[in-house]
């Protein structure tokens, strides 16, 4: 797989919520092909307390245009300032980083869990499903109502199913509570999940309970994110992995969780 | 254009430019950015005798201009290496270098007599100051007899050139290059990390499974001057200087303080292609400066 290191022009900066938004930029050169849960590198340049680059999920990407996109929520300092970035400035971007979720035989139903930044790659992984011919169920959580609002970005891909804490929007709960998985309703052949670890580890439980495939995309700190430094390894049956090279999917059976 | 190749104890570097252990994987994580045939050297991956899993998940803090790592030296042992990843990675046109640890002098002769046999690795690196391991690195490191001990003993079990990495982490820093230096080594290497820790305030949590961690970047770069330049003036080795290189200047006064090549580290986690960066821009101030030969850079600082 060939990667590439390059300055890219910042095209658009949105703000679908207030604390999150989507940054879309044009590469220079021809965007090399992205599977889902592939994320990039991003340099973040003249932030004090912000070093390393900062590794995204990448959202979706357009070939012909050459224009990649990411959902980032603002977390600290880097997150911030990335987030205050203008049309036409340029940023460094090394990508595509790790490996990808791996679909299942079409006609087969999956199920998409995810809340917060962790829904960034469903975008790729649902539109690949959809021309894989599978029926996907996606399940988004969140505090409030604005933070199931980008759960409108699935919307051609399958069905879509929100959760919030306050009740808002969707069920009242947590996505874990929702009443899909009552018992006797879980007709699934294959869950994915990204977001908050507890929330993974929670739904890799049910999987697990149900007998169903699942597989989870981990967001451990990383320095590099192209599997020099060894800092972001997760303990797996054999040993520790890097999250940026091995992973960052992996089956929740691989992973040493306690679930 | 200057000459750029440096003699480093009989053996000659295309250029100065080499990258430091535990930095730049096997090299292979790097074939996607740049040519390594470019390179001076690579110090690889950090190896033990027998396979090492390295420390707990957090083994990064990030701090301003640097980070701490506590990866504590994880690799599958040197008969890996050897067998599996040095034939993958041997084809590269520069110096592979291994960087060998140990918790005890046996094991630390153990990797050498094992590396020794290689005939096209032309050198290794004594790794005597890693602060992330409970049992030998830094200890050989930080004293003066133990450091002698182990780099005789390794000077005996290898006959080719053999670099010993040297500790920040010691009162003075000179003296143990003289013991090392006595001891037989060709060269030293410096700095390995500086000892530190990070906390986190709002978990009152410590941030690294292991506390303490090795602090590297260009947080470090004016400690790594300061001990290369004492170093360079205590010994007649030539020195290899580290420690917070992230450009083409900040390489070529380590050269001025006294080091004949350098090792770029950190730099790689944030643009895998500086090292070539650093060497053009090396070619550049030479030309600049009207210097025949990059060796002339090593200890021309005026004071």
Same mark, same amino acid.
């Given at each position: 797989?060939?990667?590439?290191?390059?300055?890219?022009?910042?095209?658009?900066?949105?703000?679908?919520?207030?604390?999150?938004?989507?940054?879309?930029?044009?590469?220079?050169?021809?965007?090399?092909?992205?599977?889902?849960?592939?994320?990039?590198?991003? =340099?973040?340049?003249?932030?004090?307390?912000?070093?390393?680059?900062?590794?995204?999920?990448?959202?979706?990407?357009?070939?012909?245009?050459?224009?990649?996109?990411?959902?980032?929520?603002?977390?600290?300092?880097?997150?911030? /300032?990335?987030?205050?970035?203008?049309?036409?400035?340029?940023?460094?971007?090394?990508?595509?980083?790790?490996?990808?979720?791996?679909?299942?035989?079409?006609?087969?139903?999956?199920?998409?869990?995810?809340?917060?930044?962790?829904?960034?790659?469903?975008?790729?992984?649902?539109?690949?499903?959809?021309?894989?011919?599978?029926?996907?169920?996606?399940?988004?959580?969140?505090?409030?109502?604005?933070?199931?609002?980008?759960?409108?970005?699935?919307?051609?891909?399958?069905?879509?199913?929100?959760?919030?804490?306050?009740?808002?929007?969707?069920?009242?709960?947590?996505?874990?509570?929702?009443?899909?998985?009552?018992?006797?309703?879980?007709?699934?052949?294959?869950?994915?999940?990204?977001?908050?670890?507890?929330?993974?580890?929670?739904?890799?439980?049910?999987?697990?309970?149900?007998?169903?495939?699942?597989?989870?995309?981990?967001?451990?700190?990383?320095?590099?994110?192209?599997?020099?430094?060894?800092?972001?390894?997760?303990?797996?049956?054999?040993?520790?992995?890097?999250?940026?090279?091995?992973?960052?999917?992996?089956?929740?059976?691989?992973?040493?969780?306690?679930? | 254009?200057?000459?750029?190749?440096?003699?480093?104890?009989?053996?000659?570097?295309?250029?100065?430019?080499?990258?430091?252990?535990?930095?730049?994987?096997?090299?292979?994580?790097?074939?996607?950015?740049?040519?390594?045939?470019?390179?001076?050297?690579?110090?690889?991956?950090?190896?033990?005798?027998?396979?090492?899993?390295?420390?707990?998940?957090?083994?990064?803090?990030?701090?301003?201009?640097?980070?701490?790592?506590?990866?504590?030296? =994880?690799?599958?042992?040197?008969?890996?290496?050897?067998?599996?990843?040095?034939?993958?990675?041997?084809?590269?046109?520069?110096?592979?270098?291994?960087?060998?640890?140990?918790?005890?002098?046996?094991?630390?002769?153990?990797?050498?007599?094992?590396?020794?046999?290689?005939?096209?690795?032309?050198?290794?690196?004594?790794?005597?100051?890693?602060?992330?391991?409970?049992?030998?690195?830094?200890?050989?490191?930080?004293?003066?007899?133990?450091?002698?001990?182990?780099?005789?003993?390794?000077?005996?079990?290898?006959?080719?050139?053999?670099?010993?990495?040297?500790?920040?982490?010691?009162?003075?820093?000179?003296?143990?290059? /003289?013991?090392?230096?006595?001891?037989?080594?060709?060269?030293?290497?410096?700095?390995?990390?500086?000892?530190?820790?990070?906390?986190?305030?709002?978990?009152?949590?410590?941030?690294?499974?292991?506390?303490?961690?090795?602090?590297?970047?260009?947080?470090? /770069?004016?400690?790594?001057?300061?001990?290369?330049?004492?170093?360079?003036?205590?010994? /007649?080795?030539?020195?290899?200087?580290?420690?917070?290189?992230?450009?083409?200047?900040?390489?070529?006064?380590?050269?001025?303080?006294?080091?004949?090549?350098? =090792?770029?580290?950190?730099?790689?986690?944030?643009?895998?292609?500086?090292?070539?960066?650093?060497?053009?821009?090396?070619?550049?101030?030479?030309?600049?400066?009207?210097?025949?030969?990059?060796?002339?850079?090593?200890?021309?600082?005026?004071?």
């Amino acid at each position: 797989m060939s990667k590439i290191i390059a300055d890219h022009v910042v095209v658009e900066v949105r703000y679908p919520v207030n604390d999150s938004f989507i940054i879309t930029l044009r590469s220079p050169v021809d965007i090399p092909d992205i599977l889902p849960g592939n994320f990039a590198e991003i =340099q973040i340049e003249n932030t004090t307390g912000v070093f390393l680059r900062r590794p995204f999920s990448i959202l979706d990407v357009d070939y012909e245009s050459r224009m990649i996109s990411f959902f980032i929520k603002i977390i600290g300092k880097g997150t911030k /300032k990335l987030g205050e970035a203008k049309r036409g400035d340029k940023v460094s971007l090394i990508y595509p980083l790790g490996n990808s979720f791996s679909l299942p035989e079409p006609g087969k139903k999956v199920l998409i869990v995810g809340g917060g930044s962790g829904i960034a790659p469903f975008v790729l992984l649902g539109r690949n499903l959809k021309s894989n011919n599978n029926d996907v169920t996606f399940l988004i959580g969140g505090k409030s109502k604005k933070d199931v609002l980008v759960s409108s970005l699935f919307s051609g891909f399958g069905k879509v199913l929100t959760t919030t804490e306050d009740g808002s929007a969707g069920e009242k709960g947590f996505v874990t509570g929702h009443s899909l998985f009552k018992s006797g309703n879980i007709h699934f052949d294959k869950i994915y999940s990204c977001g908050p670890e507890p929330m993974m580890k929670a739904i890799g439980k049910i999987a697990n309970r149900n007998g169903i495939d699942c597989e989870v995309s981990l967001e451990n700190m990383m320095a590099c994110g192209f599997g020099a430094c060894l800092c972001c390894v997760t303990e797996t049956i054999e040993g520790n992995k890097r999250v940026c090279k091995e992973g960052p999917v992996f089956n929740v059976n691989y992973l040493k969780w306690r679930i | 254009m200057a000459d750029l190749r440096v003699n480093i104890g009989g053996l000659e570097f295309k250029n100065p430019v080499t990258t430091a252990s535990g930095t730049f994987g096997n090299g292979e994580e790097f074939e996607d950015f740049f040519d390594l045939d470019l390179l001076g050297g690579m110090f690889v991956k950090g190896m033990t005798l027998e396979p090492r899993e390295g420390n707990d998940y957090p083994r990064m803090a990030e701090t301003a201009s640097g980070m701490l790592n506590a990866v504590g030296l =994880q690799n599958k042992g040197v008969d890996h290496f050897i067998k599996e990843i040095y034939p993958r990675i041997k084809h590269f046109d520069t110096h592979i270098i291994p960087n060998i640890n140990g918790s005890t002098v046996e094991d630390y002769i153990e990797v050498a007599e094992k590396l020794n046999e290689i005939e096209t690795i032309p050198a290794i690196e004594l790794n005597i100051s890693c602060p992330n391991v409970k049992a030998g690195g830094m200890l050989f490191g930080t004293s003066c007899p133990s450091a002698i001990a182990v780099t005789e003993a390794v000077r005996k079990a290898y006959d080719k050139v053999l670099i010993v990495k040297l500790s920040p982490n010691v009162t003075d820093i000179a003296e143990i290059a /003289k013991g090392v230096e006595g001891a037989g080594a060709d060269s030293v290497s410096l700095i390995n990390t500086l000892l530190g820790m990070a906390v986190d305030a709002e978990k009152r949590k410590s941030v690294l499974s292991t506390v303490t961690g090795g602090l590297s970047g260009p947080a470090v /770069k004016p400690v790594a001057l300061r001990m290369v330049w004492q170093v360079y003036n205590a010994v /007649k080795i030539p020195v290899f200087g580290i420690g917070g290189i992230m450009n083409a200047t900040d390489a070529v006064e380590f050269m001025l303080a006294g080091a004949a090549a350098v =090792q770029v580290g950190t730099a790689n986690f944030i643009d895998p292609q500086i090292p070539v960066k650093i060497i053009k821009g090396i070619e550049n101030y030479l030309e600049r400066h009207h210097f025949d030969s990059v060796s002339e850079l090593t200890g021309a600082m005026e004071i």
